[in-house]
């Protein structure tokens, strides 16, 4: 599009409407500024025209600059002024300059409407200064200008946190002038901003950049303990990342330098960040979901099946919890247990979890009752052949699964798809159970299924690509970030996790204590250690699995051993109130010395030598262990690209995103030097350290994952 297309001019009388037309997002991207400024131009240069608003085409403002564009200063390692300029444009402005905002304000976008002179908003708007989950801060003034508007607190916890504002609370905070209850769209917009306009032309125009007085805190709490209090909490909530603390010290910046030195203090920070791991970490995650969605052999048109009903087997937590993604997504949805006390009991939890919701205020109880009556409890699979999507959520154990798909098979619409929620077993061993292979897969959601947003979608050697793709569309309807895996024990997520958790229980039979090896991870970034995540999720249920698939083990090769006699003890985790931790009435771990000794004992009986262990070996052991498996299941084809194994471990299993994800972070850390580790445990632990051919390859070549490329 050129500059005129992606900017169009027009007047109503005396008042100039610049409209910001570059689909999807409007984004600032080149071109959009260049236009931008001939049209103020224009405007100015028109004896007719007493004001100007600026609005956006379709159903947003501007969402913020191109990311591509951060990008390519990347790659470049050049950094030109930004959008500085254009925005120092607007706010000389000799006509007052109306911002007229709905959808959403972010970024960049909130940048360019806090140097217009007013902001309007539609009521469902929202503004924001996401930066911060690019590893990066606001670079066009916005740690200079937000505070001007709306308080220095308010300032820095939107910009070290990211989170959007709703247009209400914007305006409450002095971002927005006035709040246009009546409009609903554009076209509305439009009409309130023009008159909002014709009432501000002919008054002195009001720069943001000279608004000093909310620059001071207020009496109550001085701009010192207002910081303060904004580094402790992106400190507690981002932890490890350094560009929310960069964000609080240009908000910083503002309460102590003129506007134009605290600019060039933002550009300094602005700079640094992105050209930090952090930034270029949280860069490769974005692009990375939007590259998952991207599958080889499944074309862009494949015919999708509509979807707008389903079923679940399985009224437990991830039955329950999927049950409730589908009613979120306005999708009418069967939920069917096989007796009453488990299907009441599933029924009070979905219902505790929305009355938490509506707690919270994150719905109204009118929005969290139309979500409930979407869900219909059942005892029988009577309904279900009206279902486009059934999705199996029953005990892993493969005999019970193959029953429920066979009566699936006998009870659901010939083009219906059958799912299911297996974490382990085998998609074709299910789909063998049918006589419409074609139709089967997996779609392995991730507890709490409503909160999580993963989804594993399970390729089965049968499997359709209109199965395919229908799944992976549903996945993104139902605000799930969907990635297509193999057919493999444990797919990819916890094939992998297997030699993470194993590394962590040798650790504690080889002599570090349990507290060590979850701080060490915690302390990596990791949302919890593996022994804590062991026992929130159930030490019973990996005890289960492992039995179910003890005859896949190799004789001779090092199990754990200390995880199976917790179990056998009846220490299952939190849900018995002991498992490698004790809990008290409210969940809360403490440490168990009993366990501690326990461990040592089971040690000792099998001749397992003690010996201290530093962070730096238990952060490696378990880490390296989730790489060298990735690369095997990266070279098996069981994941289509290093950057689908790193937005499953970003997405599904806690990895802290400013590390990239685990093939992102081995291939910071440097191949060469991942391999000459796993060749060291290898030889220090045997045979489960085996390198990775890929690894070996990849390392010798001195690439890395992100190298690697499918012939």
């Known amino acids: 599009m050129t500059e005129t297309e992606m900017v169009r001019y027009a007047k109503q009388r005396d008042v100039a409407v610049i409209t910001i037309d570059n689909s999807p997002v409007n984004a600032l991207g080149p071109g959009v500024a260049e236009g931008l400024a001939a049209a103020l131009s224009r405007a100015e240069d028109d004896a007719e025209v007493r004001a100007i608003v600026v609005i956006g085409a379709g159903k947003t403002f501007v969402a913020g600059a191109d990311i591509k564009e951060f990008a390519k200063m990347r790659a470049s390692r050049e950094c030109g002024p930004g959008h500085t300029a254009l925005l120092l444009r607007v706010e000389d402005c000799a006509k007052p300059v109306v911002m007229a905002i709905h959808g959403t304000a972010f970024g960049g976008g909130l940048e360019l409407a806090m140097a217009g002179h007013y902001r309007i908003a539609t009521p469902d708007a929202q503004v924001g200064q996401p ?61 309130a901003a023009v008159a909002f306009a014709r009432e501000a032309a002919g008054k002195p125009v009001r720069k943001t950049r000279e608004l000093d007085q909310r620059l ?50 933002e550009r300094e920070l602005f700079i640094e960040c992105l050209f930090s791991a952090e930034s270029n970490a949280l860069i ?156 089967v897969i997996g779609t392995h959601f991730f507890s709490p299924a409503n909160v999580m947003r993963l989804v594993e979608v399970v390729r089965g050697a049968a499997t359709s690509k209109q199965t395919i793709a229908t799944s992976m569309q549903l996945s993104k309807r139902l605000g799930k970030v969907g990635v297509l895996v193999g057919n493999c024990r444990g797919f990819v997520g916890n094939r992998m996790f297997h030699p993470y958790r194993r590394e962590a229980q040798f650790l504690v039979e080889e002599g570090a204590s349990i507290e060590t090896i979850d701080r060490a991870l915690y302390d990596f970034g990791m949302a919890m250690g593996p022994l804590s995540v062991a026992d929130l999720a159930g030490l019973d249920i990996g005890w289960r699995i492992r039995k179910e698939h003890r005859h896949l083990e190799k004789p001779g090769v090092r199990q754990p051993l ?117 060749r060291h445990f290898e030889q220090a632990h045997g045979e489960t350290w085996r390198p990775a051919p890929l690894l070996q390859q990849l390392a010798e070549q001195g690439k890395g994952f992100a190298d690697f490329h499918r012939p």
Not at 218 to 223: H, I, S
Not at 248 to 260: G, H, N, Q, R, Y
Request: charged residues 25%; neutral net charge.
């Open 562 to 678: 200390a995880e199976d006699k917790l179990c056998e003890m009846g220490r299952f985790g939190q849900k018995t109130r002991a498992g490698w931790y004790r809990y008290d009435d409210q969940r809360r771990q403490v440490a168990d010395p009993e366990v501690a000794e326990l461990v040592r004992t089971w040690s000792r009986e099998k001749g397992i030598e003690q010996r201290e262990i530093s962070s730096q070996e238990i952060v490696e052991r378990c880490i390296y262990a989730l790489v060298n498996e990735g690369a095997r299941i990266l070279e098996e084809r069981f994941a289509l690209r290093a950057v689908d194994i790193d937005i499953i471990y970003l997405n599904g299993y806690g990895f802290p995103a400013h590390r990239g994800g685990p093939m992102w972070y081995a291939d910071s850390v440097g191949l060469k030097n991942v391999y000459e580790r796993v």
């Open 131 to 191: 930066e911060v989950k690019l590893g990066i801060i606001p670079g066009a003034g916005g740690t200079q200008r937000l505070p001007r508007l709306a308080g220095v607190a308010k300032a820095a916890e939107m910009c070290s946190l990211g989170e959007p504002v709703k247009a209400r609370d914007a305006f409450d905070a002095g971002i927005i002038d006035k709040l246009i209850e009546a409009a609903s769209d554009e076209t509305q917009l439009r009409a």
């Open 216 to 265: 001071a805190g207020d009496p109550n709490n001085d701009t010192t303990k207002i910081l303060a209090a904004a580094r402790d909490a992106a400190r507690k909530k981002l932890r490890g990342r350094h560009a929310p603390l960069a964000a609080i010290d240009a908000v910083e910046a503002a309460t102590k330098l003129p506007f134009e030195q605290g600019c060039a203090r």
């Open 284 to 439: 490769h995650a974005f692009f990375g979901e939007r590259e998952v969605a991207k599958i080889p052999d499944v074309p862009k048109d494949t015919p999708l099946r509509p979807i707008r009903s389903a079923a679940v087997v399985g009224a437990g937590t991830m039955g329950g919890g999927i049950a409730m993604v589908f009613a979120n997504a306005g999708i009418p949805v069967l939920l069917k247990e096989s007796d009453q006390t488990a299907l009441d009991r599933g029924v009070t939890t979905i219902r505790s979890n929305y009355a938490n919701s509506v707690q919270r205020g994150r719905f109204t109880q009118q929005h969290a009752d139309g979500r409930v009556a979407l869900i219909t409890p059942t005892l029988t699979y009577e309904g279900f052949s009206g279902a486009d999507i059934v999705i199996e959520a029953a005990f892993e154990s493969m005999a019970l699964k193959k029953e429920i798909f066979r009566e699936l098979g006998r009870v659901c619409k010939p083009d219906a798809i059958l799912a299911s929620n297996t974490s382990t077993l085998s998609i074709d061993e299910i789909a063998s159970a049918t006589t419409r292979p074609d139709a």
